[in-house]
């Protein structure tokens, strides 16, 4: 309740001249975002795109504005990144841009290439600070790429040092599932699938993975990943995140499965039952080189396996089928027994499939029926 004074003089307003002259540092503080430390790695895997943000210090990022990027604490230092960051990738060398603050001070801002497997640049790893401080070293960050026709992978370098791959076991290209063999544990691996799959418009995945060191050790990879249709690729950036994310254990599931006992003579698979993708294969004796191979399927029994995948969809549960492959034009046709179970039926149903196989058929018994559900 408001209390009034009777006849009290009415106060006047005050007068400019009796404002105070001064504001507060309160009053005047505003709101600037402070660097999160280290580097930013933006993305230029489509070099007709914009460059995006995918790693600004220890915080992970899908395909973000690189205006937004915490060491741009100005407007004038975030209208320099992108110039920058496309003037790197074009030129393809390490490239800098300096700049004075209305403080007085000057920024320089640091940009350093980040090459793919065909000495592309596929992203650009920034850094700003004080002219008089000297960057730090940039980031290890690998890349891959994957021909959208065969998903046969290329790796640069810095991924094979991220793996660890000794040179007795690197081998170029890598099939998918000797790709990701190399990881103990792979998040989102439908999404992935997803943009690999030419049926689905999906153009961008992100993701991390885990990989174990032989002598102790893990690893944290933060990992995106973009369809290029201008080269029919997909190109991914893959970042080690281990030091400031601790890296998850590793799948249980696929980690039971890689050390599973398998019958002798009997190879395992897990087949993306959409695309027809092998992305896990697990095999001992004359199979095990055959995770590293591409075969090439009988033209008269591609239908059928192409039956199979659509038949487990609609919910068959198990299907037995003979079909022939080969791995070069020269090589002989090798007939296999496959008994195909389906694991899951959600978005991307898979199918684990029994691989066994046959003695070579003769050409009277080729014509015989060569499928059966079980």
């Known amino acids: 309740m408001a209390v009034t004074v009777p006849n009290a003089p009415t106060p006047r307003p005050p007068s400019p001249a009796s404002m105070p002259r001064r504001v507060t ?93 065909a000495e592309h640049v596929y992203g650009v790893s920034v850094w700003a600070g004080p002219a008089s401080d000297i960057a730090p070293i940039a980031p290890t960050v690998g890349a891959i790429q994957w021909d959208a026709a065969t998903l046969l992978a290329t790796i640069s370098p810095a991924m094979r040092t991220l793996l660890a791959i000794p040179d007795t076991e690197f081998q170029s290209p890598m099939t998918f599932p000797t790709l990701l063999a190399q990881f103990d544990r792979w998040d989102d691996r439908a999404g992935l699938l997803s943009l690999l799959d030419p049926s689905h418009s999906v153009d961008h995945w992100t993701g991390t993975a885990t990989t174990q060191f032989p002598h102790g050790g893990r690893q944290h990879l933060h990992i995106v990943a973009k369809a290029v249709p201008a080269t029919s690729t997909i190109r991914a950036l893959v970042c080690d995140i281990s030091r400031t994310a601790t890296p998850p254990a590793a799948d249980s599931i696929s980690a039971a499965l ?117």
């Open 258 to 374: 890689r050390r599973a006992p398998i019958a002798p003579g009997h190879a395992l698979a897990i087949v993306d039952l959409t695309t027809g993708l092998i992305h896990e294969w697990i095999g001992g004796g004359p199979f095990a080189n055959w995770r590293n191979q591409t075969p090439h399927i009988h033209p008269e029994d591609s239908p059928l396996i192409t039956d199979t995948c659509a038949r487990l969809r609609a919910g068959a549960l198990t299907v037995t089928i003979t079909a022939r492959i080969r791995f070069n034009d020269s090589d002989s046709w090798i007939p296999l027994q496959t008994t195909w179970t389906l694991l899951t039926h959600d978005d991307r149903p898979q199918a684990l499939v029994d691989v066994v196989r046959l003695p070579v058929v003769t050409r009277e018994s080729e014509k015989e029926p060569r499928g059966a559900d079980t």
């Open 25 to 117: 540092p309160c009053a005047s503080e505003r709101a600037v975002r402070r660097p999160s430390g280290g580097w930013v790695v933006a993305e230029t895997l489509d070099i007709e795109s914009t460059p995006t943000v995918i790693l600004d210090g220890r915080y992970l990022r899908r395909f973000a504005n690189l205006t937004r990027a915490s060491i741009a604490t100005t407007a004038a230092e975030a209208r320099r990144l992108a110039p920058l960051v496309q003037r790197c990738a074009a030129n393809q060398r390490p490239e800098h841009d300096q700049l004075q603050l209305p403080s007085g001070s000057v920024v320089r801002i640091a940009a350093t290439p980040i090459f793919g497997p």
